[in-house]
């Protein structure tokens, strides 16, 4: 196969249904000739996964939890025998409460908070050291985050405190992994309807409120998350490390929008 992609193989973790951004990622790396595996939470994502797989020529279908650490050692036993070694892993995971993805931050539960940092923070550094012990060729590793992480953006709360670690840790593992030849990094996307997205209160207003104010005067949609992260995977990302990249139509630039009409 032919493309920035030709002979590498990777991991995309966190694919539900064609909404999800994972898809968005899984179809730019087999445009450009990537050979793909899934993971899939749960048996009942498994009949939606398998077909969008075949769309994108894998039958390589596994069943991982990342909050059990031996479901993430089991999953890369089985790649190791099947393929010997990895070239990238996508990890588009996350979770908390939906019941706390609305009201104040301050009222998060403790419990909650340990299961969002455990599934959103932790599982990437746990599927990364994993990763890392099959990739003797150097490899990239890609996460996702949201600018609830650097600024306080309606109802994110506990998501935006546990994408804040997530970025922190992208850093500290690029220092860890990069005398391998490991890259670590994270696309920092602006708002697109997905499952998780419909669980944060107001995602509607937060949506039209990022059209009207981001730079580009738009949404950013699947594809076009999908096509920065094929130059942070393929070898046109071969400089970068421990960078968080905001595909977000510039919305993280703005102080405070012009105003579109001059007589206002
Ligand atoms: P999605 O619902 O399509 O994907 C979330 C995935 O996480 C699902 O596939 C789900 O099965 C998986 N998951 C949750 N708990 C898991 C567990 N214990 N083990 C294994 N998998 C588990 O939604 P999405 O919006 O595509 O989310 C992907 C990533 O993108 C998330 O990290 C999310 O925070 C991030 N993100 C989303 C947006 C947005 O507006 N949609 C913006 C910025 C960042």
Redesign the pocket.
């Known amino acids: 196969k032919a493309g920035l992609m030709a002979g590498k193989r990777g991991l995309i973790?966190?694919?539900?249904?064609d909404?999800?951004?994972?898809w968005g990622i899984a179809q730019a790396l087999a445009r450009h000739g990537a050979e793909l595996a899934f993971s899939?939470?749960g048996e009942a994502?498994k009949k939606r996964v398998d077909p969008l797989a075949a769309q994108v020529g894998s039958n390589m279908v596994l069943p991982?939890?990342?909050?059990d650490g031996t479901s993430i050692d089991a999953l890369f036993d089985q790649l190791r025998d099947a393929w010997g070694s990895l070239d990238f892993v996508v990890h588009?995971?996350?979770?908390s409460d939906k019941d706390q993805l609305r009201g104040r931050y301050v009222d998060t539960t403790r419990d909650n908070f340990q299961k969002t940092m455990d599934?959103?923070v932790y599982?990437f550094t746990a599927v990364a050291r994993r990763a890392a012990a099959i990739m003797p060729n150097g490899g990239s590793l890609l996460t996702?985050?949201?600018y609830g992480a650097e600024r306080v953006m309606p109802h994110y709360n506990v998501?935006g405190v546990a994408k804040a670690a997530l970025e922190a840790s992208v850093r500290y593992m690029a220092e860890d992994l990069g005398k391998d030849g490991i890259r670590v990094n994270a696309i920092?996307?602006?708002?697109?309807r997905?499952?998780?997205?419909s669980g944060i209160g107001d995602f509607r207003y937060i949506m039209k409120w990022n059209e009207l104010n981001s730079p580009l005067r738009r949404n950013v949609t699947q594809d076009d998350v999908g096509n920065s992260a094929l130059y942070l995977l393929s070898d046109l990302g071969a400089g970068v490390t421990g960078e968080t990249h905001h595909v977000d139509a510039g919305y993280h630039v703005v102080g405070m929008k012009a105003v579109d009409a001059p007589d206002i």
């Open positions: 973790m966190g694919l539900a249904n909404k999800s951004i994972a899939y939470q994502l991982c939890d990342v909050g588009a995971i996350g979770f599934i959103s599982s996702l985050t949201y998501m920092s996307a602006g708002p697109i997905t499952l998780a997205a």
